[in-house]
């Protein structure tokens, strides 16, 4: 091996909008077309009353409160991170959608704080507003000098790779794109003529053997090959044989980091063949602290995950999950006994590692390989 490790910060989604766009200095239009909630402003009074009163405006740093000394202190080489919102002025509900996501282009600069390497778009909200929605968000992420993965103008841009350079020439690579088991509608697929996400239909042997090319066609020696997915239900800890197997044959084919999300909280974290696959990373920022159910799962808890790879081969040296909490829209460190928590359930529901996650003083886990 030559060179030093690699560190990527992977995070699961990242919800700026209705709720949280609200409490930040350029609130868009706080309309919803939801059953129940019609006010964006609902959910802000929603998380008031479980956790008390946020302060209105906030500034653009707030709704990643602990994160971002996280980040500063783990120094990675990138983050890559799924951006659930769209970035848009636009009033085009997506049809026969019930919740729909959008962040006022204004409000932009709460999302450069958290200085993220790769936003990934490939998911089930990013064309809630329509492709004149779409449009939108893609500008105002160029235009703010951030980088996407997952969706564009047409077909290839939306396939086209996300490139970090690392220090010392090599370079994280990251594919994303997403499946219909997250809610992801086949007509939000980009095409030749037809702006949208990527959009893989199915988690068989032919959909990975088709991601697997684009895989070897990326890489260069030297490279770390993120794919990026967006996939799955919302809750539970069962992870679908396909999607397993899927897993498997992108690592098979020459990915060394699986990054899934969709999931509200954590799903398994699997070593395969000394790479990690994280089947769904939670969620990471959002409005829902005030929304009620599945309280088992502890969808108030969110993690930060940090793999050391060799820049050589790929393979896994180190695995750090740091937990957070949501509370008042920001994000704080989680109490000792929430991390116990997450530990005994992330032990439990995952595998391939050489030993349970341990947990340092202050509350990071720390995976055996």
């Known amino acids: 091996m030559s060179g030093a490790l690699i560190t990527l910060c992977l995070a699961g989604d990242v919800m700026l909008g209705r709720g949280v766009d609200q409490v930040l200095p350029h609130p868009g239009d706080p309309a919803l077309e939801e059953a129940y909630v019609r006010d964006a402003r609902t959910y802000v009074e929603l998380a008031e009353a479980v956790n008390g009163p946020i302060p209105r405006p906030v500034d653009f740093p707030w ?42 282009p204004a409000n932009l600069p709460c999302l450069a704080a958290a200085r993220p390497d790769v936003c990934v778009l490939a998911n089930n909200h990013v064309l809630d507003f329509g492709r004149r929605g779409l449009a939108e968000t893609l500008d105002a992420l160029a235009d703010a000098g951030l980088a996407t993965a997952g969706a564009g103008r047409d077909g290839a841009e939306a396939r086209r790779a996300a490139i970090v350079p690392v220090q010392g020439g090599g370079r994280i690579v990251v594919l994303g794109f997403g499946m219909p088991s997250s809610g992801i509608p086949s007509s939000w697929a980009a095409t030749t003529d037809r702006s949208g996400i990527d959009y893989v239909a199915e ?16 890489k260069r020696p030297g490279d770390i090959v993120v794919t990026s997915i967006h996939w799955g239900s919302n809750w539970g800890y069962v992870v679908p044989r396909e999607q397993i197997r899927f897993a498997h044959a992108l ?12 999931s509200h909280h954590p799903r398994p974290l699997e070593l395969y063949r000394g790479r990690l696959i994280a089947y769904g990373c939670g ?23 940090f793999p050391s790879v060799e820049p050589d081969t790929g ?3 180190e695995l750090r999950v740091t937990p957070l909490q949501a509370r008042r829209m920001r994000l704080w460190r989680a109490a000792a006994r929430d991390c116990r928590w997450l530990r005994d359930v992330l032990g439990r529901i995952s595998r391939g590692f050489g030993s349970p996650p341990v947990q340092d003083p202050d509350g990071t886990l720390t995976f055996g390989v």
């Open 63 to 104: 709704p990643w409160g602990d994160t971002l000394g996280i980040l500063d202190a783990a120094a990675p080489d990138a983050v890559v991170l799924n951006l659930e919102t769209s970035v848009t002025r636009s009033d085009d509900f997506a049809p026969d959608k019930a919740v729909h996501y959008r962040m006022h």
């Open 203 to 218: 988690a068989s042997d032919t959909a990975a053997a088709a991601v697997v090319a684009r895989i070897r066609e990326a």
């Open 251 to 262: 690592v098979d084919g020459g990915a060394d980091v699986v990054h899934g999300h969709s």
């Open 283 to 305: 969620d990471l920022v959002n409005d829902y602290e005030g929304i009620s159910g599945h309280d088992d799962y502890r969808d108030d808890l969110r993690l930060l995950y």
């Open 315 to 317: 393979r896994l040296l």
